[in-house]
């Protein structure tokens, strides 16, 4: 298929996480992977208007997995998480038991897993009616796959995107003359895991759609995810006005209260303080007053909500034990972010 893959790269699995490591050093800005725009999975041109690419793409992804041996890309779903690696991991497949246990310790995560599978399932739903003949559980198969392994609008990208994630140690893929290109950002020594960038994700979405939780990388807090604010008054609206100029504004009803969120993807909270986005968007929501102060009052209310200091990691299914780790680092990141705004 055209497939480039530098030689001194193998992947292994490592505390139970699979990653790709260097066999030997590898300097900094050197090819690492490589694949033909041309030959990845198209999509099929007969999907109705307006149909999202992710839809095109996930049904493509399944029309190929039905073919199994006559496709070419066979060997590609082999390197997929299976449905049985799936039911135990996931949090799609998460009972009501253990959602009381995630509601428990934090409810703005039970929230965002809920929104997640809400999303999931109306999207298998939607594909299923537009063209059974492939079944539900092979929709699910690749939807929760395409989660973990597209790469933006290339979609699945073989090999490459077996890559784990860093910000900071990670290069962005590129796309140019016809290939859809991976080089090194740093240099890395023997037996180090090599790293993608994904972009700053948030901290839940990368728990909940990856399926792990790597201590040793960068963390994120994406401030759409967890901060909404109120639509109650004359003054909360001309607030969101203000804000759609320059940003995307949301507007939902969560709880019976019409709130609204600010989404841009340079607007979060890394492990130490607030993007510069981030504090322009504190700014005018807080209307004259101090933003450090209004932000951090924010922060202190999600981290109030934040309650897995009372329990121990054995609290926790296997289905649910990277959160518990996910949930300290959040508890970290928002005493970080604290401090920093009040000091």
Same mark, same amino acid.
């Given at each position: 298929?055209?497939?480039?893959?530098?030689?001194?790269? !193998?992947?292994?699995?490592?505390?139970?996480?699979?990653?790709?490591?260097?066999?030997?050093?590898?300097?900094?800005?050197?090819?690492?992977?490589?694949?033909?725009?041309?030959?990845?999975?198209? &999509?099929?041109?007969?999907?109705?208007?307006?149909?999202?690419?992710?839809?095109?793409? #996930?049904? &493509?992804?399944? $029309?190929?997995?039905?073919?199994?041996?006559?496709?070419?890309?066979?060997?590609?779903?082999?390197? =997929?998480?299976?449905?049985?690696?799936?039911?135990? %991991?996931?949090? =799609? =497949?998460?009972?009501?038991? !253990?959602?009381? #246990?995630?509601?428990?310790?934090?409810?703005?995560?039970?929230?965002?897993?809920?929104?997640?599978?809400?999303?999931?399932?109306?999207?298998?739903?939607?594909? %299923?009616?537009?063209?059974?003949? #492939?079944? $539900?559980?092979?929709?699910?198969?690749?939807?929760?796959?395409?989660?973990?392994?597209?790469?933006? $609008?290339?979609?699945?990208?073989?090999?490459?995107?077996?890559?784990?994630?860093?910000?900071?140690?990670?290069?962005?893929?590129? *796309?140019?003359?016809?290939?859809?290109?991976?080089?090194?950002?740093?240099?890395?020594?023997?037996?180090?895991?090599?790293?993608?960038?994904?972009?700053?994700l948030d901290l839940y979405t990368h728990a909940i759609n990856y399926n792990y939780y790597a201590s040793g990388t960068d963390h994120y807090i994406?401030?759409?995810?967890?901060?909404?604010?109120?639509?109650? *008054?004359?003054?909360?609206?001309?607030?969101?006005?203000?804000?759609?100029?320059?940003?995307?504004?949301?507007?939902?009803?969560?709880?019976?209260?019409?709130?609204?969120?600010?989404?841009?993807?340079?607007?979060?909270?890394?492990?130490? /303080?607030?993007?510069? $986005?981030?504090?322009?968007?504190?700014?005018?929501?807080?209307?004259?007053?101090?933003?450090?102060?209004?932000?951090?009052?924010?922060?202190?209310?999600?981290?109030?909500?934040?309650?897995?200091?009372?329990?121990?990691?054995?609290?926790?299914?296997?289905?649910?034990?990277?959160?518990?780790?996910?949930?300290? /680092?959040?508890?970290?990141?928002?005493?970080?972010?604290?401090?920093?705004?009040?000091?």
């Amino acid at each position: 298929q055209g497939l480039f893959i530098n030689e001194r790269l !193998e992947r292994k699995c490592v505390n139970g996480v699979w990653g790709m490591f260097a066999r030997d050093d590898i300097v900094a800005n050197v090819v690492l992977a490589s694949y033909p725009v041309s030959k990845l999975i198209g &999509s099929l041109d007969i999907y109705p208007q307006n149909t999202s690419i992710s839809a095109k793409q #996930i049904h &493509s992804a399944a $029309k190929e997995y039905c073919r199994k041996d006559d496709s070419d890309y066979g060997n590609f779903f082999n390197f =997929f998480d299976s449905l049985d690696y799936l039911h135990k %991991y996931s949090t =799609f =497949f998460i009972n009501e038991k !253990e959602l009381r #246990i995630i509601n428990e310790v934090n409810p703005l995560l039970s929230r965002e897993i809920a929104h997640q599978n809400y999303l999931n399932q109306s999207l298998i739903n939607a594909l %299923y009616d537009f063209d059974p003949s #492939i079944s $539900k559980e092979n929709y699910t198969l690749i939807t929760l796959n395409y989660n973990s392994r597209a790469i933006g $609008k290339n979609g699945f990208v073989p090999i490459i995107e077996c890559f784990n994630h860093s910000n900071e140690k990670g290069e962005f893929i590129h *796309t140019g003359n016809d290939r859809v290109v991976l080089k090194t950002k740093i240099k890395y020594t023997k037996g180090e895991q090599v790293y993608i960038s994904y972009g700053a994700l948030d901290l839940y979405t990368h728990a909940i759609n990856y399926n792990y939780y790597a201590s040793g990388t960068d963390h994120y807090i994406q401030f759409h995810k967890r901060f909404f604010f109120p639509l109650l *008054t004359n003054r909360d609206q001309a607030i969101a006005r203000e804000l759609s100029q320059a940003f995307k504004v949301a507007i939902q009803e969560i709880n019976g209260l019409r709130v609204f969120s600010v989404e841009d993807k340079e607007a979060f909270l890394n492990e130490e /303080k607030p993007s510069k $986005k981030a504090m322009q968007i504190a700014t005018i929501l807080a209307q004259g007053r101090d933003p450090n102060s209004f932000l951090s009052s924010y922060l202190q209310q999600s981290l109030s909500q934040n309650n897995v200091s009372k329990f121990s990691e054995k609290y926790f299914p296997t289905r649910l034990k990277r959160f518990y780790w996910v949930l300290l /680092k959040e508890q970290e990141m928002l005493s970080n972010n604290i401090d920093y705004l009040n000091a």
